[in-house]
T-cell receptor
Framework: AQSVSQHNHHVILSEAASLELGCNYS??????LFWYVQYPGQHLQLLLK??????LVKGIKGFEAEFIKSKFSFNLRKPSVQWSDTAEYFC???????????????FGKGTKLSVIP | KAGVTQTPRYLIKTRGQQVTLSCSPI?????VSWYQQTPGQGLQFLFE???????NKGNFPGRFSGRQFSNSRSEMNVSTLELGDSALYLC?????????????????FGPGTRLTVL
């Protein structure tokens, strides 16, 4: 089945550690890629997105992601995490469905990040 | 600019009842999508509305329905509630229909309605 996979369910890091969250998708063809974040008690917010061009995308709060087409991956990175980055991170893929041209955003199951001060 | 608002924020219902959730998109946004979020299944797409028409539908039974009004506000209805319908229901809005621009439009999410079915 076509899907979006986030391999780590829960990641625990100390402040200042580097972060990399994996995201793989199984769709062929053109895709649009997103990372969303959900801070405790808050709604989903867009971190960054990739449509085309430079495969290294920079987002808010020092996050970046790299699209590697050959690996069907869109991993999220941050060089040095802070306690305030504690949240749940969702990778999402928007792709065309069927001849009707409809698009549908499909999410991974999410990765919980806990940053220890 | 105000964000996406959803009402009510919390709801408790019993099996067999029906429920209606409301979503007001960001001003000027015309596309509204609904998602169900559960611990087991994560975020799953329910449907998208644009110009008062359902444009796309996910894999949910017919008990889940929705509509959109001329001011782009949207409602979602779940009839004959089951225990498994307990979830956080999220609404997201975007400027244009999701298929415009090749699906590149960003969706902005509301805080959700937490539905508990007893």
């Amino acid at each position: 089945a076509q899907s979006v996979s986030q391999h780590n369910h829960h990641v625990i890091l100390s402040e200042a550690a580097s972060l990399e969250l994996g995201c793989n998708y199984s769709y062929g063809g053109t895709v649009n890629l997103f990372w969303y974040v959900q801070y405790p008690g808050q709604h989903l917010q867009l971190l960054l997105k990739y449509f085309s061009g430079d495969p290294l995308v920079k987002g808010i709060k020092g996050f970046e992601a790299e699209f590697i087409k050959s690996k069907f991956s869109f991993n999220l990175r941050k060089p040095s995490v802070q306690w305030s980055d504690t949240a749940e991170y969702f990778c999402a893929v928007n792709r065309r469905y069927s001849g009707a041209g409809s698009y549908q955003l499909t999410f991974g199951k999410g990765t919980k990040l806990s940053v220890i001060p | 600019k105000a964000g996406v608002t959803q009402t009510p924020r919390y709801l408790i219902k019993t099996r067999g009842q029906q429920v209606t959730l409301s979503c007001s998109p960001i001003s000027g946004h015309r596309s509204v999508s609904w998602y169900q979020q559960t611990p087991g299944q994560g975020l799953q797409f329910l449907f998208e509305y644009f110009s008062e028409t359902q444009r796309n539908k996910g894999n949910f039974p017919g008990r889940f329905s929705g509509r959109q009004f001329s001011n782009s506000r949207s409602e979602m209805n779940v009839s004959t509630l089951e225990l498994g319908d307990s979830a956080l229901y999220l609404c997201a809005s975007s400027l244009a229909e999701l298929r415009r621009g090749g699906g590149t439009d960003t969706q902005y999410f509301g805080p959700g309605t937490r539905l508990t079915v007893l």
